[in-house]
């Protein structure tokens, strides 16, 4: 026998479907942090794959934090079924975290390129 669909199982449904993009690009930005800190212990620090790998983790960062203000109004239905206002509250926190996230990358990404910048015009100076 089928089972009966429940409010909450429509409810849920789209915000499942976001789940699996928000991840990926979780995953995707842990491993480029992986990569960074090793580049960093390895005394790469100071090379191009460090810009590369903080330039995929601000666009990770920016698109969780979109993915998850889109899933806001699937949130705030299911808020408003349940009466539990720290669900919208929890959406709210990891969107903001994630975008403060980017722009820290956005900064070390423009910060290390001035480094790089300024070590190799230092390395063509006698």
Known sequence: MKRPRTIRS??????SYACTPLRFLFFAALVQ???LLRYIDE???FSAFSVQALHSIKYCA??????????????YRIAEKDDAPGVMA???VVAF???VIAVFAAVLQKLLQNAIDIKMENDLTI
């Open 10 to 15: 429509r409810l849920t449904c789209p915000y």
């Open 33 to 35: 942090a992986l990569r």
């Open 43 to 45: 005394n790469k620090a």
């Open 62 to 75: 920016c698109a969780i934090s979109l993915l998850y203000v889109a899933c806001l109004p699937f949130l």
């Open 90 to 92: 929890l959406g709210l």
């Open 97 to 99: 975290a994630s975008f």
